[in-house]
């Protein structure tokens, strides 16, 4: 079995930061892809950033986030900068992504689930 599960949302004024964690458990292989994607109101979910041997950023937060892996590779995080209202979403760590960097955006590629943390952005 595979647990994913995320922490460190909040309510953040725009122009904040914060550091979203995803701790692991189960069998991941340390080549595996893991990812962050989030998912805004009436949206639908999309792509944020993912890692394995290099990282992988969305255009929207290209320059402003930083995702890496714990030493153990059993974690995940997001680090946040400069965020803005759009940026308000439930934020959903994934793992077992797609082997192919074309694809890594597609939520349908990962196999494994968090349940997600709220960071909302007020203005």
């Known amino acids: 079995q595979v647990l994913l599960v995320e922490s460190g949302g909040g309510l953040v004024q725009a122009g904040g930061s914060l550091r979203l964690s995803c701790a692991a458990s189960?069998?991941?292989?340390?080549?595996?892809?893991m990812g962050w994607l989030r998912q805004a109101p009436g949206k639908g979910r999309v792509f944020v950033a993912a890692?394995?041997?290099?990282?992988y950023y969305s255009d929207s937060v290209n320059g402003r986030s930083t995702i890496s892996r714990g030493n153990a590779r059993n974690a995940v995080y997001l680090q946040m900068n400069s965020l803005k209202p759009e940026d308000t979403a439930i934020y959903y760590c994934?793992?077992?992504?797609?082997?192919?960097?074309?694809?890594?955006?597609?939520?349908?590629?990962?196999?494994?689930w968090g349940q997600g943390t709220q960071v909302t952005v007020s203005s």
């Open positions: 189960g069998r991941i292989f340390s080549s595996s892809i």
């Open positions: 890692i394995r041997c290099s990282v």
């Open positions: 994934a793992a077992d992504g797609p082997l192919y960097s074309d694809y890594f955006a597609d939520p349908t590629k990962y196999n494994y």
